[in-house]
């Protein structure tokens, strides 16, 4: 589904990325983890083609991402605030991007219903604009949002971060059952080891900008894990 | 412990993103600073000597008569602009600092901001001119000072009224009902405010009353601002609760709707965007100044043009040059989103197009000043529809200032929306309706100058498509620096 041919980042004198073959399959479940500075967010955002590569390429789908706009019906994302259009209501910013997608206000409706649990009452219906929710209530727009359209890639950067443990809880079981279909490839990173071996089928982790481990999760991977960032 | 505080200023304002431009735009800048300390400076010593040759009376008299126009003004003017003195504050409240010196700092920090130092630039030359002049140098010392305490006295007015809407859309409305009845002889308030100022300066110790007056709003914004420092209270964002808008009918454009829709709300739901609104509003009178022969040199018609374009184009100019940089704090999502360029574009065409519309509509009462005037206007209108809408979005490529929606910072312009690109794509826009008037005039006469900027905008359609094809293409290939710049705010 995704293939990183070459691809490196560079500011100046310093490589921030530097992968030199990096494959993801159609459906996987993919978790990066890394240090701050490892470049995670760099990856996601050269993915995205919101920055542009120093070498090297991407092909999404058979669309490389810096050359063709086709990959967007397809992908979507939730990496930071960025994301979210700060004078607009949830329910607006839902069906915003539900319109963009091609999905009218009773789709977007029914995928509402189903996140009522993770919403859990702060979301809808609150009368505030999004620039006057919480961080963590933003997060989880911004993530349900990722998912409206039947994206086939969904990359989520940090999306553990700044919630409440109840949010993270429901948020693995999300994230799980959409690794589960067949045609979904999800990316996602994260600080946090446990929660990301729990729902990725497999892990890589990033330092310095290179690939220095690609684990395909299994029952001792959170310990392989720990071992390695104890140092 | 001041000497912290203004440690913390100084860095803040040698560190700002905005500070660190290129060496020729500072020297620029402090060209520019100086030009317009010269001009001041020049009305300040030059008022005398140019109400005196006027012959309307005693030049100080006269000031003062008019002075009540020149506070409100001040006023409302500070209430637009003036950043308030709370930003900042929050990481020291859990410090070990006072609360009353955090606030004293804050409020002192005020006194020198620029919205009162400028005025010095007006009243002392005019001062030394009447001390020069031979006023009795008491009389002018007392009438000074009482001037002064006046305009710190609207410092601290508007710290406290600031945020509150109502108050200063009742007040500017007070202030347009009072210059409109003054110039049709209604009502002449200077009548009675006039003395209020005389006096400042046949009494020079009643000079003390603004200043105990100053005293007295000093502590009230001080015990306001010290009540208020809460994380929930006054420093806390206001919040307005929001309402689910529809705006069904727009679904008719199909994709197009989608965007006009957000950029309604767009413009609905943010302070920096109503006031570029309203800003493009007042645009529509502009043209008073040169359809009414108030103003000798304006009385032709290649002033006329010039009118036209901004009549109906005061949105295209105040809203339309800020394109994209409205998005700009979401931006990294509408360029990931399953967007076209080419429907982002062409929505923010339309509206720019809807409103210069509108302009048109509402600037029919030109026709009251004849045929020319409203000839003008309409020319005007189809050249910013035809042509100018294009440059403005084109234009828009280059501005990469990221605009924050929910203050009016930098609402009249910002250095870095001057570039060179954008000043020259500024020439097309204005000039250009001007020569092309001026060629048909010359040639054959004036209704065929009319007709030949008509033409031209309507050439503009025409190419449509090819011109949408190049902007978009100058939009993809600023795409990256674009989304940088949008980043560092």
């Known amino acids: ?231 | 412990m001041f000497k912290h505080f203004i440690g913390l200023q100084w860095k803040s304002f040698f560190r700002s993103a905005s500070f660190k431009t290129e060496i020729w735009f500072k020297i620029l800048m402090a060209l520019g600073a100086l030009y317009f300390t010269l001009i001041f400076l020049s009305m300040g010593v030059g008022a005398y000597y140019i109400i005196e040759k006027a012959g309307i009376g005693d030049p100080l008299r006269v000031v003062n008569r008019f002075m009540i126009y020149y506070l409100a003004f001040d006023l409302v003017f500070r209430y637009m602009l003036q950043k308030m003195p709370v930003t900042n504050i929050k990481p020291m409240l859990y410090l070990p600092i006072k609360k009353s010196q955090v606030v004293n700092f804050s409020l002192g920090k005020t006194v020198i901001s620029f919205f009162n130092v400028a005025h010095a630039f007006f009243f002392i030359p005019f001062s030394v001119v009447l001390l020069i002049e031979g006023y009795p140098p008491i009389q002018v010392i007392g009438w000074h000072l009482g001037m002064m305490a006046l305009f710190y006295c609207n410092n601290f007015i508007n710290i406290m009224v600031n945020n509150k809407d109502w108050a200063f859309y009742v007040f500017a409305g007070l202030f347009i009902l009072a210059g409109a009845s003054q110039y049709y002889a209604w009502f002449d308030i200077t009548l009675y405010t006039q003395p209020i100022f005389d006096y400042l300066y046949d009494m020079p110790w009643s000079a003390i009353v603004p200043w105990v007056l100053l005293v007295a709003l000093y502590f009230s914004a001080f015990t306001y601002f010290k009540k208020h420092m809460f994380l929930d209270g006054g420093l806390a964002q206001k919040q307005t609760e929001a309402r689910t808008e529809n705006l069904d009918w727009l679904n008719r454009f199909g994709n197009l709707g989608t965007f006009l829709k957000n950029d309604i709300k767009l413009i609905k739901r943010n302070k920096r965007s109503r006031t570029a609104v309203i800003m493009g509003f007042f645009f529509i009178f502009y043209g008073l100044l040169f359809f009414t022969s108030a103003i000798e040199v304006y009385d032709n018609a290649y002033w006329k043009i010039f009118a036209g374009i901004f009549v109906t184009g005061g949105f295209l100019f105040s809203f339309g040059q800020y394109v994209p940089s409205w998005d700009s704090s979401y931006y990294p999502l509408m360029m990931s989103q399953n967007i076209k360029y080419r429907d982002y574009l062409t929505s923010k065409w339309y509206l720019v197009i809807i409103a210069t519309i509108i302009s048109t509509i509402l600037a029919s009462f030109y026709v009251y000043f004849g045929w020319e005037a409203y000839a003008a206007v309409l020319v005007g209108a189809i050249y910013n529809v035809g042509i100018n809408s294009y440059l403005v979005l084109w234009g828009g490529a280059y501005v990469k200032t990221p605009i924050e929606l929910t203050s009016n910072k930098k609402a009249f312009g910002d250095k870095q929306a001057f570039n060179a690109k954008t000043l020259l794509l500024t020439l097309p826009k204005i000039l250009l309706p001007i020569v092309i008037y001026a060629i048909g005039q010359i040639l054959i006469g004036p209704v065929a100058g009319y007709l030949f900027v008509a033409a031209f905008g309507l050439l503009g359609f025409v190419f449509k498509e090819r011109v949408f094809k190049m902007i978009e293409n100058i939009y993809k290939k600023e795409k990256y620096k674009t989304l940088l710049a949008y980043k560092q705010k």
């Open chain 1, 1 to 231: 589904m995704i293939t990183a041919h070459t691809l490196s980042k560079k500011y100046g004198e310093q490589t921030v990325l530097n992968i030199d073959h990096l494959e993801i399959p159609k459906g996987q479940s993919f978790g990066l983890v890394g240090n701050n500075g490892a470049g995670k967010t760099t990856l996601f955002s050269l993915l995205l083609d919101l920055i542009q590569p120093t070498s090297g390429h991407i092909i999404n789908n058979g669309v490389q991402v810096d050359e063709s706009e086709a990959w967007k019906p397809f992908t979507s994302a939730f990496i930071d605030e960025s994301f979210l259009i700060g004078y607009l209501t949830p329910e607006e910013y839902f069906y915003f991007i539900g319109e963009l997608r091609g999905r009218n206000k009773a789709d977007v409706d029914a995928l509402l219903e189903g996140y009522s649990d993770f919403f859990h009452g702060e979301i809808l219906g609150q009368k505030k604009y999004l620039r006057d929710l919480s961080k963590g209530n933003q997060k989880k727009v911004g993530i349900v949002a990722s998912f409206i359209g039947n994206p086939e890639v969904v990359i989520l950067d940090e999306p553990f971060a700044n919630l409440d443990p109840t949010t993270q809880i429901r948020l693995k079981g999300i994230i799980k059952d959409l690794a589960a279909k067949e045609d979904v490839t999800v990316l996602v990173s994260s600080h946090d080891l446990i929660h990301v071996t729990e729902v990725c089928e497999r892990i890589v982790v990033l330092n310095k900008g290179e690939i220095v481990k690609d684990i395909h999760t299994s029952a001792e991977t959170l310990k392989e894990l720990e071992a390695f960032f104890a140092g």
